[in-house]
């Protein structure tokens, strides 16, 4: 292997998450706050910090249904994300819409908006869960570096 | 219990992290919502849980090969109310939850089902092979008595039932 | 054993550049691994943090439009040179004395306020509102733990100047070979005062909760460090693993350093390092939540300035008859 190969080996054994929550209601983020922090489900594990700054971020996970109001800042702050980067949806609003498939004020399914790598359904998805879409995001951030 | 009693139990106990996915995953609570599952041969063909489910992911479409069943498990919310409306238990709950995919599979998550048409056996008319609700159909029907009704239509079913005495 | 390395090899290989930066990622990743365990959880690998840097060494790096480009992208080389030119002037008991133009204690002191103006730099050269408020949160942090360090500093170098006959001595090198001869400083009961108030200064300076206010996560998105990204971001790392090594080999200097040279020596100021870290910054981080920067401010106004006044009277008062 050549050592750049090495070095994105060694590099990809640290992706920070970040959180957009594009309009959910919150039982997605609490999910994503529980896989992080609790000893259970503990998510440093495969090197995953959650980061305060869009800057710092690897994989990006969205939750919500994008609703109208939020769509210009959350594409603003997507953009802000330095590449190389993976996309996880989280739920199934940012997938289809879920719950709220049929409201005025949303604007999912996302990947019309956002480049999306990953989809993780559920309402909310269990942490074990969104860890299996953690990893496979972490493998195809491999393929990014 | 103070901090100091917490840091001296973490240590002496050491984690209680769970492998996944470095190693095989817990075994789900027995009662979790999770994917749903349907099975064609016990449904009874109401549409009920496309008239309930919250999301719209139950989709039936009546096609020439009979009445397909679709739902796509990115927009089910797990709320179970089709299971919990289902007379015949037809579409239930399991406790898969592996379900995260890449994005090019979406549309590939999806469970699907077909109940297929059937020429009524008494008066040659078009039904559907649906599963009778028999829950409370008393006497109970026997064996032969269940397939004579399924392959009947509709409302050679009723006439069946109402010629056996008691109504269902 | 090493006591005249030409300044370059002493910043660029021992102790400074590759042998302290592994060290402080190799202590980070120890902190972050125990304190994992403290919270019950399994934790990363003990080599993380070479993984995080590594990987910030593939992002892209963004500045905003609105950023100061020269002050934006100097202001991490400022830190992590600064940094790495401190290491220089620490002493590792037996190991490793700083030559005659280092050595200063005040030098050091002065050392180790840059990486804190280098956050403030980045966080006003950003051009973020984050960012200002990370660099007002720092000034003040500064300014409340400033006063303590000199004081206590002060509180050393007149109890080892004043016991050996001379006046105050600056000179890290003097302060060392007199607590080898005759016992640390931590053993002292006139400089208890003195180690009190070092206790609470180096976790403010070293941003650890309670006190790591300037670049809380949660409540003003990372503060100074908001906007950077890639390689400047990694700088930044490196600076904050290289000052960790600067401020906890200047405490185990001041109060404690061990007698013995050699190999011996080194690996028993390793062994010093590694428990100030895991006792010292991880179980004080996991037990703790942070303070509010009103708070922190008026605490350190109030105890650690009293604590390091206090030292300075009584290492004054107790050293003028105490024989060499």
Known sequence: MTLLAKLKDVAARSPWLYRINAGSCNGCDVELATTALIPRYDV???????????????????????????????????????????????????????????????????????PVDVNVPGCPPRPPAIIEGVAKAIAIWRQRL | MNFLTLFARNLRLGPYTEPFPLGPATPAPKRLRARIEFDAKSCEGCLLCEKLCPSGAIRFARTPAGLAFDCFHSTCVFCGTCAFYCPTGAIRQTTDWSLAHLEGETFALAEHGLIPPIVCAECGGKGLDTAPNVAKVRPPLSDEEYSALRARCPKCRNKFLRSRGKTP | MTSQLPILVAALVFPGGVFALALGLALKGADRRFAARLQGRVGPPLAQP?????????????????????????????????????????????????????????????????????????????????????????????????????????????????????????????????????????????????????????????????????????????????????????????????????????????????????????VGWLVQLLALALIGVTAVRVGAGRMRIDQAFVFFLKWPLAFALIGVIAAAYFSAGVAP
């Open chain 1, 44 to 114: 440093e594990r495969l090197g995953c910090l959650y980061c305060g700054s869009p800057r710092h971020a690897d994989i990006v996970l969205i939750t919500g249904p994008l609703t109208k109001h939020v769509l210009a800042a959350a594409q603003r702050v997507f953009a802000e994300i330095p590449d190389p980067k993976v996309t996880v949806a989280v739920g199934v609003c940012p997938i289809s819409g879920g719950i709220f498939r049929e409201s005025y004020a949303i604007c999912a399914p996302i990947d019309q908006y956002f």
């Open chain 3, 50 to 266: 070479f993984f995080d840097i590594v990987k910030l060494g593939f992002k892209r790096t963004m500045a905003p439009d609105v950023a100061c480009a020269p002050v934006f992208f100097g202001a991490p080389l400022v830190g992590a040179a600064s940094m790495l030119l401190a290491m220089t002037l620490v002493p590792i008991a037996g190991v490793y004395a700083p030559g005659p133009i280092g050595g200063d204690l005040l030098v050091l002191i002065y050392l180790l306020a840059v990486p804190g103006v280098a956050l403030m730099l980045a966080g006003s050269s950003s051009g973020s509102p984050y960012g200002a408020i990370g660099f007002s949160r720092e000034m003040a942090m500064m300014l409340a733990y400033e006063g303590p360090i000199v004081l206590i500093v002060a509180a050393v170098a007149l109890r080892v100047g004043l016991a050996t006959g001379q006046g105050p001595t600056f000179s890290l090198s003097a302060i060392v070979a007199y607590q080898q001869a005759h016992g640390a400083l931590l053993f002292d009961p006139v400089m208890w005062p003195a180690v009190v108030a070092f206790v609470f200064f180096y976790p403010a300076n070293l941003g650890i909760v309670p006190f790591d206010i300037p670049e809380a996560e949660t409540e003003v998105l990372e503060g100074p460090l908001l906007e950077y990204s890639g390689r400047p971001l990694a700088l930044f790392k490196v600076m904050s693993a290289l000052k960790a090594v600067v401020v906890l080999g200047l405490g185990v200097a001041l109060f404690m350093p061990l007698p013995f040279a050699g190999v011996v020596g080194l």
